[in-house]
C-alpha cells in the first residue's frame, strides 16, 4: 500500500520521486508516543534533554536559552514543573515519565500523534489522568491521534472514530457511538460482547473459538471464517471488502453484504 500525509506520499509508490522537502515537512507534523514511559526515555539523559531533542533535530537554529524555555513551557503543559527539566527518569514515576513522553512528542508542535497504547503499562488511576490529560491537550491545540489500544474502554472514552482489525487488516470502521451501539462485523461483536458486564450476570456469551491464524501464511478468503460462526464457501475463498453499511460506517464481511448477520439481540 501506500502511506500519505497531507498530500505528501511517505511510504509506498511513489515515495522515491517525491519532494524531500516536503517528506521532511510532513514528519515534522507528526510525532509517536510509545508504549512504555519505562523503556521510550533515555536513563542517562535528563529530562530536559530528552524534551529538547526533537527541538534540537527540527529547529537546529533555536538559541540554548530559547530551547530552554520550550523545554520549560512543554513541562507545564503536561503538569510537571520547569525544575523538573535537571532530573532523570528514574526519579519518576510510570505516568509522570508517560507525561514527559507526551511533552517531547508536542516540541515540535506537531498535527498528529500516532499513541502506540500510551497507558497499557500504567495503573488504572494514572491512565485516567493521562488520558484525561491528552484529552484536554487535544483540545488545546487541535490535534489529531491514531490511538492505538486493546482496552475497549480506553477507546469508547477517547475516540471519535473506530477501526477494528484482524490479522493485520480493518474489518470495521465507525463512529465510536455506532461501533459501540450497532457492531456489525462477527468479530466486533464478539469483541464487545467479551467485556465484562454485571448486567450479563448468568448469561451465555459467544465467545471467539479457535486460535489466531499465523499473520505470516493467512488463510484463504476472509482471515476471520476458521473463528466466524457464520463462515461459508465465499467466505474461506474470497477476500471481503471494506463497504459501507446501514447506520454509518464500514465493514469488511461477506455476511455482512448479504444481509445474514443476526440482529445484536439474538447473536
Request: hydrophobic fraction near 45%; include cysteine; proline fraction near 7%.
Amino acid at each position: 500500500g501506500t502511506i500519505r500525509y497531507e498530500g505528501v506520499v511517505l511510504a509506498g509508490a511513489g515515495a522515491g520521486s517525491a519532494d524531500g522537502a516536503a517528506q521532511r515537512r510532513a514528519r515534522r507534523g507528526m510525532q509517536m508516543i510509545f508504549q512504555d514511559p519505562y523503556a521510550s526515555l533515555n536513563p542517562r539523559w535528563r529530562v530536559a534533554d530528552i524534551v529538547a531533542e526533537p527541538l534540537r533535530v527540527q529547529e537546529s537554529g533555536l538559541s540554548a536559552a530559547a530551547v530552554e524555555a520550550r523545554v520549560g513551557a512543554l513541562l507545564a503543559q503536561v503538569g510537571l514543573a520547569a525544575v523538573d527539566g535537571v532530573k532523570y527518569p528514574h526519579q519518576f514515576s510510570g505516568g509522570q515519565r508517560q507525561r514527559i513522553s507526551i511533552a517531547r512528542a508536542l516540541a515540535t508542535q506537531p498535527s498528529f500523534l500516532v499513541c502506540d497504547e500510551p497507558t497499557s503499562a500504567l495503573d488504572v488511576s494514572v491512565q485516567a489522568q493521562v488520558l484525561n490529560l491528552m484529552r484536554d491537550l487535544q483540545r488545546e491545540f487541535s490535534l489529531t491521534y491514531l490511538f492505538i489500544s486493546h482496552n475497549l474502554a480506553v477507546v469508547h472514552h477517547i475516540a471519535d472514530r473506530v477501526g477494528v482489525m484482524y490479522l493485520g487488516r480493518i474489518v470495521e470502521l465507525a463512529p465510536t457511538r455506532r461501533l459501540f451501539a450497532m457492531p456489525q462485523h462477527p468479530y466486533t461483536r464478539m469483541l464487545l460482547e467479551a467485556v465484562p458486564d454485571l448486567s450479563m450476570t448468568g448469561k451465555s456469551r459467544t465467545a471467539v473459538a479457535g486460535e489466531v491464524p499465523n499473520p505470516l501464511d493467512p488463510p484463504p478468503g476472509c482471515a476471520f471464517h476458521p473463528r466466524c460462526p457464520l463462515a461459508d464457501a465465499r467466505c474461506r475463498q474470497e477476500v471481503p471488502k471494506l463497504l459501507a453499511v446501514a447506520g454509518g460506517g464500514e465493514a469488511a464481511c461477506h455476511a455482512v453484504e448479504e444481509g445474514r448477520m443476526p440482529s445484536r439481540a439474538t447473536a
